[in-house]
């Protein structure tokens, strides 16, 4: 699985059958139901998917499927 399916993956596992709506408009002022919970669980999914430990700025700022994108390519991880 590429670093891409990766992150689909892990947006699909906390928000259900989400593939066909990712990508810039996906954020948490357009998904319904996305809470501080999920956003938790995205942060979590991608420290141990991508072995990193994010720093608590980018933790914050995950607050878009684009932003998460930009927060792995910020640690050398291309999707």
Not at 22 to 34: A, I, N, P, Y
């Amino acid at each position: 699985m590429n670093n891409t399916e990766q992150l689909n993956a892990i947006f699909t596992e906390v928000f259900g059958d989400v593939a066909d709506h990712l990508g810039k408009d996906f954020t948490k002022d357009t998904v319904d139901g996305w809470d501080s919970v999920h956003q938790l669980n995205i942060i979590s999914l991608i420290e141990d998917r991508f072995d990193l430990m994010l720093d608590p700025e980018d933790i914050v700022a995950c607050t878009s499927y684009e932003a998460a994108r930009e927060i792995l390519h910020k640690y050398d991880v291309e999707c």
